[in-house]
Structures are given as structure tokens and as C-alpha cells.
Nanobody, 112 residues
Framework: EVHLVESGGGLVQPGGSVRLSCAAS????????MRWFRQAPGAGLEWVSY????????YYQDSVKGRFIVSRDNAKNTLYLQMNSLKTEDSAVYYC?????RGQGTQVTVSS
């Protein structure tokens, strides 16, 4: 059974940083692409970033490019999202995604 657990969110000031984690189990994590999505209140699900199995290839939504860094530790079955220079519009619930399956998400609120 696929199990994804996101963590690391919280309240952060504009310009601040936070690192999200996603602990994965129930599938061959080191062999699959992974993605991060987010959903702001009243909005739809939005793709944020992508990483290939080895971590050698990453892609980002334009609004987060240069500020967010996706990475993974295949030995720990964990996906990360380092979020820097945060803006109020980054406030959302963040989900890691394995072929459409997601965890419960972790809330990131950017506010002064």
C-alpha cells in the first residue's frame, strides 16, 4: 500500500525559508518520478515541481523557479522541497505526489 506523509510546514514570515519532507513507503521510491503540488484556499491543485528517480533532473513552475529546490534521498525514501524567499502567495497545503496519490499534505502559511 502506498503511503505518503508530508511534514515540515508551518507559519513563516515573508522572505523566510522552510523545508518540507515527504516520507514514502509501499512502492519502489528510488525508481519513480515524484512531484510536489499545492492547493491554496479556494483554488485548484497546482503543480509545483518534479524530480526524476536519480534526482538529476528537476523542473519547476515558473512562479517558484529560483526559489524552491526539490531533492530526494533514495536511501531514506524521502522527498524534500526547500522553499526560500517565501511570498504570501506561496501559502497553501503542499502535497507530494506519486502518480496521483498524495498524502494528507502539510500547511505552509506565509504571513507577517
Amino acid at each position: 500500500e502506498v503511503h505518503l506523509v508530508e511534514s515540515g510546514g508551518g507559519l513563516v514570515q515573508p522572505g523566510g525559508s522552510v523545508r518540507l519532507s515527504c516520507a514514502a513507503s509501499g512502492f519502489a521510491f528510488d525508481s519513480v518520478d515524484m512531484r510536489w503540488f499545492r492547493q491554496a484556499p479556494g483554488a485548484g491543485l497546482e503543480w509545483v515541481s518534479y524530480i526524476n528517480p536519480s534526482g538529476s533532473s528537476t523542473y519547476y513552475q515558473d512562479s517558484v523557479k529560483g526559489r524552491f529546490i526539490v531533492s530526494r534521498d533514495n536511501a531514506k525514501n524521502t522527498l524534500y522541497l526547500q522553499m526560500n524567499s517565501l511570498k504570501t502567495e506561496d501559502s497553501a497545503v503542499y502535497y507530494c505526489d506519486y502518480f496521483g496519490q498524495r498524502g494528507q499534505g502539510t500547511q505552509v502559511t506565509v504571513s507577517s
